[in-house]
């Protein structure tokens, strides 16, 4: 998640909840936020942070984390807030190599691989996307990155059949 705390930029950042849904934040220590709304944790730190603060604004962001693997440029582990489309999240891994196919995505939950339709943009929020799972890019197939190379083959054999032919 993301926190920012307007001119108090040693206490923003990102951090990470642990499995057991629990945030360290500064000056405040660990805080359950495993089943909290966005809104909710926003209201429960202005009210820790008013003991040593004045008047807080907070802003907070949960953030997906995401791996994006496959056919891009810098496969890894990336935090992406959820206005951040699947497009946007494999443009942060670099984008999608010569080889990948753009067209289609793959995701990767529990052992399941279910095809993302790119149609049109879908802002994580409203995908199925969830943190932990993972954005697969496929290779294109061997045929579809060389078709100059087949086309230029099938040319050359249709030349030489021509020659033979011809009297």
Known sequence: MQLKIWREPDLSGEFVVADDGVVVFPKIGPVVVGRLSAD????????????????????????????????????????????????????????????????????????VRTQINLSRPIPIADSPLQSGDQVSVPERSWLSRNTALVASGFTGVALIIAAIIRP
């Open 40 to 111: 909710s944790l926003r209201a429960l730190l202005v009210a820790q942070y008013s003991v040593s603060l004045r008047d807080p604004a907070i802003e907070v962001t949960v953030l997906r984390r995401v791996s994006v693997v496959g056919a891009v440029h810098n496969p890894g582990f990336y935090y992406a807030d959820p206005t951040v489309t699947i497009n946007g999240a494999v443009a942060l891994a670099g984008g999608v190599t010569p080889t990948g196919n753009q067209k289609r995505i793959d995701l990767l939950r529990g052992g």
